[in-house]
């Protein structure tokens, strides 16, 4: 069957700076990118990469209210008048802007350059006949309406041509670069530095904080804006104080940039403490940085600079904000919001401190809602008309309703057997799935007798619990996983083996040689038994291969294969007929810590510590898509029921899903404190449950893309979720050597998702999460690794046994 398209690179869209009012260059069309698995490596543009409405890429400008001006609309917030550039600059900020605007009249851009003209106050004749052009794409500056030179702004005015995201990867070009290569990245005036388009241009990025205000004035500032914001209306303070955190690390970070050592250790001693608990592993990175030297190394920093950090603010308190900035004349403050942070303004009641506290934490803030109002198919895909043989034991009263079920029971919340398509499924042939072998119908027969033996689970009648325990791996267990039909489970180990134990009676074996297979009589009935060697029958089979401890594994949905993910940067397919490995698939060049196969096999998910998630088909050895848009390590992965979502979770404390067909990212999740490590979709694909380091596990609802509950109890990392079978039970396991059982009908029924809700982004989440807790399952010393419910809803779980 073919698998889905490889698509082309598409265009870079380069959107232009807030405070110029040029629009844009044309972009080129998209270069013809080679489909390679080295061309995967970090966040490249290649085969299907789709620029993910996310933090990094830049934002439009705000109008007055708040809202984003179309591009290339000449508006600015007002602010207090800047003061008069310093003579000594004018005459190389003059020439920098003479140069860009000769640029732009030699690419035959005459729009742009009319309107940067226009602002700068120039005339055509001096544009034409000043002599002192240098390259293209140089940084430019001026002192427009809404920056002050020299006050934090970037260069020593304002760039004029911004940098801008590049395919997610944070790589900066210019809008005049746009049009013609090569790509010139932005510098200080009179400087041109090539860059290499999937890497962050170190240089350009720092130069952003490259300021000439008076260091002294940065705590006063600071401290003015937070007895302002602590005097406020108790309505108003709680919103305005999501400002103190990005403000303190920019403010923070210039300090350090321009060699102000004393100044920058004695503001992050004075403020650090008034930061909320949960950035207080950030805020240990930013420690280390004492010197402009560390800057330019570390992973956070650049991503706190390339990526927008987003506030969502009622327009009231924002209006209350803007007012007093322009009352003090606090430029300071004023470029930092205007160039590193996305105000998301809504109109509406301010949110409370509970409703703020429940939606922020990662590391680039809250989420912007027209990230989550694109429309998902959630539903589940109509399931195949299957004919369901009658054996005598059926007939005799097995069977619940007396007559056959010509099909899969549909699993929704309430377990009932709709036989209808779903309105909210996608269309059958959205996605190219593989065809139903004979095998595989045999199988969707076995689960539909199993399913009528199901137990039918609720706050009543909770589901017995089977733990598998470890014991003496001194390997280091990494990675569990269990097949659907409960026969086989597999371990990943740190000591690179892969380890699949039968736990029926049913010992592994392998198939015969092919000197044995030419002596069978390939017509005889038992022709599937006769190809298997009895002599390699064993409970255990050992895997060897990777050359990195095992982070990920699981079994494909007919039991044929194994998907495992290795610190070595591969992905191997193992076949459970042979055991031995088919395939070493090469793309991501670090640490792999998730993958697994999509609930129709053939697809499979990865995702690694390049921060992008990759779409693999078994029969190709390139990715299909790459899911570019995370700010950290991709550390658990999952893919929808109907298989046209993936979600992925990361160590930047958020939560995506994103469509399988054309690469987009259609909702980001906010909330966590801590990295996400489990992921869970419920049973009827609406609902989606998430586990993260901080011991929380937070409910979504994925049509509105919003957060409908939060479960707490958990001491520590949520390391596993799963919905039982019918959907009724969510349960979750924990480093904290418990199993919890949450009422997942409860916590879903009677959901406020009106109107405004949904515009605002407003929740109420209950008080307590106790009255939804069923019950909790402590192990002697064991963390819980792994979850899986039985097809009768008996619940398995896994872990390794840890002496204290």
Not at 252 to 267: D, P, T, W
Not at 338 to 345: A, G, K, P, S, V
Not at 464 to 473: D, E, G, K, M, R
Request: proline content about 8%; glycine content about 8%.
């Amino acid at each position: 069957m073919a698998a889905l398209p490889e698509e082309p690179a598409e265009a870079v869209t380069v959107k232009p700076d807030p405070d110029a009012g040029a629009p844009p260059a044309p972009p080129p069309p998209p270069p013809a990118l080679p489909q390679s698995p080295a061309a995967a490596a970090g966040a490249t543009a290649a085969a299907g990469v789709a620029a993910a409405p996310s933090a990094p890429s830049a934002a439009a400008p705000l109008a007055e209210g708040g809202e984003p001006l179309a591009a290339g609309a000449d508006a600015k917030p007002p602010v207090a008048p800047s003061p008069a550039p310093p003579a000594s600059q004018l005459p190389t900020d003059r020439q920098t802007l003479l140069a860009v605007l000769q640029f732009l009249r030699r690419s035959n851009l005459r729009e742009s350059e009319e309107i940067l003209r226009r602002e700068a106050r120039l005339l055509a004749d001096e544009v034409a006949a000043d002599p002192g052009s240098s390259a293209p794409g140089v940084q430019a500056s001026h002192g427009g309406e809404g920056q002050e030179p020299g006050g934090g702004a970037p260069g020593s005015g304002d760039v004029l041509l911004s940098s801008v995201t590049f395919g997610q990867s944070g790589a900066t070009i210019s809008p005049g670069a746009a049009a013609a290569p090569p790509a010139v990245a932005l510098g200080p005036p009179g400087k041109v530095g090539v860059f290499v388009e999937d890497q962050p241009d170190v240089s350009a990025v720092l130069s952003a904080y490259n300021q000439q205000g008076d260091p002294a004035l940065y705590e006063e500032y600071y401290s003015g804006l937070k007895h302002f914001i602590e005097c406020a209306l108790d309505c108003h303070r709680a919103e305005l104080s999501q400002l103190f955190y990005p403000l303190f690390v920019h403010m923070y970070l210039e300090l350090v940039y321009n060699g102000h050592e004393n100044e920058a250790k004695s503001f992050f001693e004075k403020f650090h403490g008034d930061q909320e608990c949960y950035y207080q592993d950030d805020l240990r990175v930013l420690s280390s940085l004492t010197k402009k030297e560390h800057m330019r190394g570390n992973e956070t920093m650049l991503d706190f600079r390339t990526s927008k950090f987003v506030l969502r603010i009622s327009r009231d308190s924002y209006q209350l904000l803007k007012r007093h900035l322009q009352e003090k004349q606090n430029n300071q403050i004023w470029n930092i919001v205007q160039e590193h942070l996305y105000i998301d303004i809504f109109d509406g009641m301010p949110r409370s401190k509970q409703q703020i506290d429940a939606m922020v934490g990662s590391l680039a803030g809250e989420a912007k809602r027209e990230a989550n109002k694109a429309k998902v198919f959630f539903g589940l895909l109509k399931e195949p008309e299957i004919e369901l043989p009658l054996d005598d034991e059926d007939e005799e009263g097995e069977n619940e309703e007396g007559k056959p079920k010509k099909k899969k029971p549909k699993k929704d919340s309430m377990g009932s057997k709709s036989k209808k398509q779903d309105p909210n499924a996608p269309p059958q042939t959205r996605i190219p799935l593989p065809e139903l072998k004979d095998s595989d119908k045999l199988d969707k027969i076995m689960n539909m007798k199993e399913a009528t033996k199901r137990v039918r689970l609720g706050p009543d009648c909770l589901p017995s619990i089977c733990f598998y325990t470890f014991l003496n791996a001194y390997q280091g267990l990494t990675a569990v996983d269990i097949t659907d039909d409960s026969s086989m489970i597999v371990g990943g180990f740190a000591d690179s083996t892969v380890r699949v134990w039968s736990v029926t009676p049913k010992k592994l074996r392998s198939v015969k040689s092919a000197a044995d297979l030419s002596l069978i009589d390939k017509e005889s009935d038992d022709v599937l038994e006769r190809i298997m060697d009895e002599r390699t029958a064993s409970e255990l089979k050992i895997l060897y291969g990777h050359s990195g401890p095992v982070y990920g594994t699981s079994f494909s949905p007919d039991r044929n294969y194994l998907l495992s993910s290795s610190e070595d940067g591969t992905i191997r397919l193992w076949s459970l007929l042979t055991f031995s490995c088919l395939v070493g698939y090469k793309g991501h060049n670090y640490p792999i810590w998730d993958t697994q196969f999509s609930p129709y096999g053939y697809y499979f998910i990865s995702g690694g510590h390049d921060r992008v998630a990759r779409l693999w088909a078994t029969d190709h050895y390139q990715p299909l898509r790459i899911f570019a848009g995370h700010l950290a390590d991709v550390t658990s992965t999952r893919f929808h029921p109907n298989s046209n979502y993936v979600a992925t979770g990361s160590a930047d404390r958020t939560v995506r899903l994103w469509d399988v067909l054309n690469g987009n990212c259609v909702r980001i999740f906010t909330g966590h404190k801590g990295p996400v490590h489990s992921l869970a979709f419920s049973p009827n694909g609406r609902f989606l449950a998430t586990g993260a380091t901080d011991g929380r596990v937070l409910l979504w609802d994925i049509g509105h893309g919003l957060m409908v509950g939060e479960l707490k109890g958990h001491t520590d990392t949520v390391y596993t979720l799963r919905f039982s079978r019918d959907g009724e039970i969510l349960a979750s396991g924990s480093m904290d050597n418990t199993v919890k059982l949450w009422d997942a009908v409860k916590a879903f029924e009677d959901l406020e998702t009106d109107d405004f809700t949904t515009a605002t982004g407003h929740i109420n989440l209950p008080e307590s999460s106790q009255d939804l807790l069923l019950g909790t399952y402590m192990s002697k010393s064991t963390p819980v690794t792994h979850l899986h419910f039985t097809r009768r809803n008996l619940l398995l779980a896994a872990g390794a046994y840890s002496p204290q």
